[in-house]
């Protein structure tokens, strides 16, 4: 359903969609009338596919309905066939938004919980790539930066001087990322004889959260992003500015088809 509510944006990007299940074709299309989907369902039947492609969740015990299910995941393919991307986790219950692969991998805009903060130093622009998630999504939140005239930032990994950073407060309900920064500018300090690397003029800072299990209702997702600014003749005293994302959490579509499309055990 999350595909089906980005499959404009998806569109966008010059990309088609479909969907490959170990369910039956009678299974998916009860699903697809039920929730209105509109791009191609494919039925992987005794999950041939999903085996040859690596992906079985060999963890599922045999004889059971779930039996033949793969690791949840998406592939980018480009029109040669080639795979350029893919997006897996190894937690089934866990999985990419697709709006959060839109964000990474196309640089799209990030939808939700939009905030914009402005500094002596710089603009800040904070977003998340959904404002409606599930238990167990992850979610990509991001920071358009720009910095003022003249004015830089320290790229992590200097030394010497304080880093630009993007902190999250610790807590049960989200589980933050690795924070990707963009590739830092050699900037050649003369008075002082060093080359240190740097950020200037407009970047972008992505972050993904996995949301927790939990029950329905808004979730607020807080952080802070330090740094020290510096331009042509001074730095300027090391700042914080307090993030907040707030997101709404829905529950699993646990719907299922009439009995006789169930699964049995076997």
């Not at 404009?8 to 009338?33: C, H, M, W």
């Not at 914009?116 to 710089?122: D, S, W």
């Amino acid at each position: 359903m999350e595909l089906q509510q980005n499959l404009e944006k998806i569109r966008q990007q010059g990309l088609g969609v479909a969907a490959i299940s170990y369910d039956s074709p009678a299974t998916l299309k009860n699903f697809a009338e039920r929730r209105g989907i509109g791009y191609p369902l494919l039925s992987d039947a005794g999950s041939a596919i999903i085996r040859a492609f690596g992906i079985l969740n060999t963890e599922v015990p045999q004889g059971t309905p779930f039996a033949g299910i793969p690791y949840p995941g998406t592939y980018i393919v480009d029109p040669t066939g080639k795979v350029i991307a893919k997006y897996f986790e190894d937690d089934y219950t866990q999985r990419y938004m697709t709006s959060d692969i839109l964000v990474r991998q196309f640089g799209a805009t990030a939808g939700g919980a939009h905030a914009t903060v402005e500094t002596r130093h710089l603009s800040l622009s904070s977003a998340a790539s959904a404002d409606r998630v599930r238990p167990g999504q992850r979610i990509a939140l991001t920071l358009d930066i720009e910095l003022k005239p003249s004015m830089h930032v320290y790229a992590p990994g200097v030394e010497g001087y304080i880093p630009i950073e993007w902190t999250m407060e610790a807590g049960s309900q989200s589980s933050a990322h690795a924070v990707e920064f963009p590739a830092p500018k050699r900037l050649r300090l003369e008075a002082i004889q060093e080359t240190v690397p740097v950020f200037s003029g407009k970047f972008r800072l992505v972050r993904d959260v996995t949301i927790g299990k939990l029950p329905p209702g808004p979730l607020t997702i807080s952080g802070a992003l330090r740094y020290q600014a510096c331009d042509d003749r001074q730095c300027y005293i090391p700042q914080t500015v307090p993030l907040k994302w707030t997101v709404n959490v829905e529950p699993h579509d646990r719907e299922r088809p009439p009995e006789e499309l169930r699964r049995k055990s076997r």
